[in-house]
């Protein structure tokens, strides 16, 4: 059965359920902002800021431009496939389409593990800023209490996602203003402080030299890319909407390509923006503190206003609880009705029109991953955030190549469908595979980890990461010897029409 169908309710439904996914209920200025409200983008800078100067110095904000080449690229793939094929499991299934079941299995696997991996540490942040921002840092220092209140709100978010796709884009549109809002008044007032000469810090003047991402040398631009790279993940949300956006064959791809842009000029105004405040010896120094670099740095720049850098990353930390549950539980959804996994995990909410099942299981593993590893070591959350770049740089990897593979005989068709669904896509996937192996073999080194530590005499970021994908090896193993139905499906090319009414220009098909 297709997707469609089974999306649409037509003849009933396998998992039981009486509705599909509630169609048109999110705009396009809704999916680009579920888009960048994913990446984080003020936490996700204050996590990298420190120790890409570290690396590069004054460069910083050249590697962040370099990183966001890729991501572009990938993000044509997303575009281009989501053209051909509006499902909400996105790369599981285009891999599937493309190259077939067991390349799409894997793909949606690694999806759906990274939000396990990183609701809890988003959460985390949430209430460890919000509680910085009004006051409470007793509680920030209280591992039960900052826990609890983890958790609590990744129930609170979940229960937002489950109630209704339209909610939820309200919400992230209050938080997205909130965040683009006081981002931009650090920057204007630190930028101000810089040519006043009153930072009391060894604030250098920006120049247009620092977008250049080669100044620092070579092996220090590679170490910078791993970092900066993955700022701009979660922008593919907007695509795992697909099916709930109006003008579902364009306006996803749109939001997550024009995601990547806006994410590019935010990124760059605020590295350029902290670097020429607090000089590049201070961030360096402090590159251990990771997100709380703009913790130590609010109330220098803002002082007694420091709240307001505080609560940028508070409700970025928040957005991003949310919205990275939707990529998961949509392609838990998706992976469901095409009987890749159990039919439960396909089932609708006939009132809200949600994957509420996939959505309280991923929030569910999630809290149960949370708790476990903050009992490991004070360090194994960060280092399993870590090991989140592997499963991105696959699965970004994996749609790269799959767009290329999809639309095979249609590339020499003209130019355009030579650069954008060919050439870009598969640069982006080899730049990409380029960054997997270098962090491979960086991870296998325990000193090069969060805690310093090792496992089994490797790192444990890598450690987690095998330990991820073998598991996701073997229960695909399981799966395919219990229910065969998912691997009869067979890899196959973009029809001659679709490719013509995708790759064609809206006059062009008048005419024709």
Request: aromatic share 10%.
């Amino acid at each position: 059965m297709s997707h469609d169908a089974v999306q649409d309710g037509e003849g009933g439904r396998q998992d039981g359920s009486a509705v599909g996914l509630k169609p048109n209920a999110i705009g396009f200025v809704d999916a680009l902002v579920i888009g960048l409200n994913a990446t984080s983008p003020a936490y996700s800078l204050a996590a990298v800021i420190g120790p890409i100067v570290a690396l590069v110095g004054i460069y910083a904000p050249g590697v962040m431009f370099a990183s966001f080449v890729p991501m572009l690229l990938i993000a044509s793939a997303f575009y281009y496939l989501n053209k051909v094929d509006q499902d909400c499991g996105t790369t599981f299934s285009w891999v599937t389409r493309a190259m077939g079941p067991w390349a799409g299995w894997l793909g949606g696997w690694a999806i759906t593990m990274t939000g396990v991996l990183v609701v809890g540490s988003l959460a985390d942040v949430a209430v460890s800023f919000t509680l910085l921002a009004v006051g409470l840092d007793s509680w920030v220092a209280n591992d039960f209490v900052r826990q609890l209140l983890t958790v609590l709100l990744i129930i609170v978010m979940t229960g937002l996602c489950v109630i209704g796709t339209e909610l939820s884009a309200k919400v992230q549109n209050a938080l997205i203003l909130a965040q683009v809002a006081f981002l931009l008044v650090f920057v204007v007032v630190a930028l101000y402080r810089v040519y006043a000469g009153t930072t009391g810090f060894d604030s250098i003047e920006p120049s247009l030299s620092w977008l250049d991402p080669f100044g620092a040398g070579g092996a220090a631009l590679t170490g910078g890319l791993l970092l900066g790279v993955f700022i701009y993940w979660g922008w593919e949300s907007a695509v795992n909407l697909t099916e709930e956006t109006e003008n579902s064959a364009s306006a996803p791809g749109k939001a997550g390509l024009w995601s990547t842009v806006v994410l590019l000029v935010t990124y760059l105004s605020v590295a350029v923006a902290v670097v020429a405040f607090a000089g590049t010896a201070f961030l360096a120094e402090n590159a251990e503190e990771e997100e709380f670099i703009f913790a130590q740095l609010a109330g220098d720049v803002l002082g007694g206003w420091d709240w307001i850098l505080l609560l940028a990353v508070a409700t970025s930390a928040i957005a991003s609880t949310q919205t990275t549950i939707i990529p998961a539980s949509r392609t838990a959804l998706s992976m469901a009705r095409r009987q890749a996994l159990p039919q439960h995990f396909g089932h609708i909410s006939p009132r809200f029109r949600t994957p509420d099942v996939s959505t309280w299981w991923v929030a569910a593993i999630a809290i149960v991953w949370y708790l476990v590893v903050n009992q490991i070591s004070t360090t194994a959350l960060f280092d399993s955030l870590t090991a989140l770049s592997l499963l991105i740089a696959f699965y970004y990897a994996l749609t790269g190549v799959a767009c290329a593979v999809y639309y095979r005989r249609h590339l020499t068709e003209s130019v355009r469908n030579f650069v954008l669904i060919g050439l870009g896509p598969v640069v982006g996937a080899g730049l990409l595979t380029w960054l997997l192996v270098r962090s491979v073999m960086d991870m296998s080194d325990p000193a090069n980890s969060y805690s310093g530590t090792s496992w089994f005499g490797l790192g444990p970021p890598l450690v987690i990461g095998i330990v991820i994908s073998l598991v996701g090896v073997i229960l695909m193993v399981v799966w395919r010897l219990r229910d065969a139905v998912f691997w009869q499906e067979r890899p196959g090319v973009a029809d001659p029409e679709l490719v013509h009414a995708t790759t064609t220009k809206p006059a062009d098909r008048k005419e024709r």
